[in-house]
C-alpha cells in the first residue's frame, strides 16, 4: 500500500466529499483544466448556487484551489501526488474516463481561444503598435542569452507580424516562425523580405492543438503570447516535446495585474502570471533551473513585464 501524510481526519473530509455525483463530475473537469464558475456551469449544465455549493465542499475538504484573475475565480484540483498518491491515481483515472463534461470541456476551451483570436483578427493591421506598446526595452537585455550561442535552431510562437524576426535572424541560426493566423504569417513573410531574412521558416499552426508541427528546437520563445493561450499548462507540455535536450524556452508576458481591459485590448485570456504559479507549470511540463526576472514598469501599455528562462530537464 501507498504510503501518506494525511491524517484520518484529513482522510475523512475527503473521501466524505468525493461520495458525491456532482462533486466528481467537479473534480473531473478541474484536474483537467483550471476553470472559473460561469465555465463550470456551462459544462455540467447545473445553476450557479448548486456549483458554487459544492465547490465549497470541495475547497474546505483540501481538494482545490482557487486564484482570482480579475474579476473572476478559478478553480483547479490540489496536486495531490506527494501526500496522498493513491487518489491523485484515482483522480486521473477520473479524468480518463469516456464522460460528457470531458466533451463539454473541450468546448470551453476552444471558446476561450475563439474569443481571444478574433480580438487579434480585428487588431491585425495594428499588431505591430499593439506589441510595441507592450514591450519594455529591458526585456530584450535579460532575454537574448537564451538565444545563445549562435547557430541554435530557434523558434518563435506566436510570432505575430514578426516583429523580432529581424533580431532573432542575428543569432545565424535556423527560425520557425509559428503562428495561427494566415494574416499574421502573411505580415511576417512580408517583414522577412523586406529585411532580406534568408533563414525563417514560415510554419501555419495552432498552439492550442497540442502539436506544433515543428522539429525539435534549441530554443523557444513566447514573447507576449502565453496571455492569449486558453491552456498555458497544455502549451508549456507541447513546448517541451518540441525542446531540445537541455534547450530552452523563453517566457516575455505581464506580471499578474487586474486591468480587465486588457481582455479587448490585446485579446488577453489571462491577466498576467505570478513567478510560483509559472515555475509549478514549467516543472510540471519539464522544466528545470528556471530564472526568473521580474521587470520595472516601463511599458507603455502601464504593465509589468517579466522574462522567465527554463531548461529542458535530461
Known amino acids: 500500500m501507498l504510503k501518506n501524510s494525511f491524517s484520518d481526519e484529513d482522510h475523512t473530509l475527503i473521501l466524505k466529499a468525493l461520495a458525491d455525483e456532482t462533486r466528481l463530475r467537479l473534480i473531473r473537469i478541474l484536474q483537467k483544466e483550471e476553470l472559473n464558475v460561469q465555465e463550470i456551469c456551462e459544462i455540467t449544465t447545473l445553476p450557479q448556487p448548486k456549483i458554487s455549493r459544492h465547490l465549497a465542499v470541495l475547497k474546505n475538504s483540501n ?65 505591430d ?37 529581424p533580431l532573432l535572424d542575428r543569432f545565424d541560426g535556423e527560425i520557425y516562425a509559428v503562428d495561427q493566423s494566415d494574416v499574421m504569417l502573411a505580415k511576417a513573410q512580408k517583414r522577412a523580405e523586406e529585411n532580406k531574412l534568408n533563414k525563417i521558416n514560415f510554419v501555419q499552426s495552432d498552439l492550442t492543438s497540442g502539436e506544433l508541427n515543428i522539429p525539435k528546437c534549441d530554443a523557444l520563445l513566447l514573447h507576449f503570447v502565453m496571455h492569449q493561450i486558453p491552456s498555458p ?50 516543472q510540471e511540463a519539464g522544466f528545470s533551473q528556471i530564472n526568473f526576472s521580474s521587470l520595472q514598469e516601463n511599458s507603455k501599455a502601464g504593465q509589468n513585464p517579466f522574462v522567465c528562462i527554463a531548461v529542458k530537464a535530461d
Open 63 to 127: 481538494l482545490l484551489n482557487d486564484r482570482r484573475d480579475g474579476t473572476r475565480i478559478f478553480y483547479t484540483t490540489v496536486n495531490l501526488e506527494k501526500n496522498c498518491p493513491s487518489l491523485s491515481e484515482y483522480i486521473n483515472t477520473l479524468v480518463g474516463s469516456d464522460h460528457p463534461d470531458l466533451s463539454r470541456l473541450e468546448k470551453v476551451i476552444l471558446k476561450r481561444a475563439k474569443e481571444s483570436r478574433d480580438v487579434m483578427h480585428d487588431l491585425a493591421d495594428q499588431w
Open 233 to 282: 499548462q497544455s502549451l508549456l507540455k507541447s513546448i517541451a516535446r518540441c525542446c531540445e535536450k537541455n534547450g530552452r524556452i523563453i517566457i516575455v508576458d505581464m506580471n499578474h495585474h487586474e486591468d480587465e481591459s486588457t481582455r479587448e485590448r490585446f485579446g488577453s485570456v489571462w491577466l498576467g502570471f505570478d513567478q510560483a504559479q509559472l515555475e509549478e507549470w514549467l
Open 129 to 165: 503598435e499593439v506589441i510595441s506598446s507592450l514591450h519594455h526595452p529591458g526585456a530584450a537585455v535579460f532575454a537574448l542569452p537564451g538565444f545563445a550561442p549562435k547557430g541554435m535552431k530557434i523558434a518563435d510562437l506566436g510570432c505575430g507580424t514578426g516583429l523580432l524576426l
